[in-house]
T-cell receptor, first 114, second 110 residues
């Protein structure tokens, strides 16, 4: 089983619908992140959380919200999906005590907004 | 200017050749640098990490860092078809917030 699990892996939805992408991890890491990836733009940070009570906006947080339900769970919501939110979304984790800040990624959630 | 600049490629090299991937960054506060490899349809995985000026070698991979020039590179010796992937440069500026370049696609021809 993957250490960082994302659900759903694929989702097709319509403009205006509310969508939640979920992420859970068994690595015991305290820090969790949501990135989106678009062709030619690389990975862009949406939100990050350093612990359950800490939520921070990243580069592109508009149109998104997050919830850190527990140390192991971090959800990303699109309150009213729009077509330009069509992308590949990655959840990632890291460990506060790490020397490097290495990120460990989930397998990705491909979202298509029609 | 983007924070991290990489040539999008594709960079095509024959099997056995040296592949050279380059990255420039704008934030002089960047403390260390990651290279992640991402196979098509998969998630990124860390392959190299460097924080000191100079070279760092790990098997067929060598990372080179020049902080004065704000330049970091990745050399892949004896390139294999299995090295065909997108390589993401990611400076780390502290606070555990990593910014990624758009990546360079590498294609190794058998």
């Amino acid at each position: 089983d993957a250490d960082v699990t994302q659900t759903p892996r694929n989702r097709i939805t319509k403009t205006g619908k509310r969508i939640m992408l979920e992420c859970s991890q068994t690595k015991g890491h305290d820090r969790m992140y949501w990135y989106r990836q678009d062709p030619g733009l690389g990975l862009r940070l949406i939100y990050y959380s350093f612990d359950v009570k800490d939520i921070n906006k990243g580069e592109i947080s508009d149109g998104y919200s997050v919830s850190r339900q527990a140390q192991a769970k971090f959800s990303l919501s699109l309150e009213s999906a729009i077509p330009n939110q069509t992308a590949l979304y990655f959840c990632a984790t890291s460990f506060r005590g790490s020397d490097t800040g290495e990120l460990f990624f989930g397998e990705g959630s491909r979202l298509t907004v029609l | 200017q983007k924070e991290v600049e990489q040539n999008s490629g594709p960079l095509s090299v024959p099997e056995g050749a040296i592949a050279s991937l380059n990255c420039t960054y704008s934030d002089r506060g960047s403390q260390s640098f990651f290279w992640y490899r991402q196979y098509s349809g998969k998630s990124p995985e860390l392959i190299m990490f460097i924080y000191s000026n100079g070279d760092k070698e790990d098997g067929r991979f060598t990372a080179q860092l020049n902080k004065a020039s704000q330049y970091v590179s990745l050399l892949i010796r004896d390139s294999q078809p299995s090295d065909s992937a997108t390589y993401l440069c990611a400076p780390y500026t502290g606070g555990f917030k990593t910014i990624f370049g758009a990546g360079t696609r590498l294609f190794v021809k058998a």
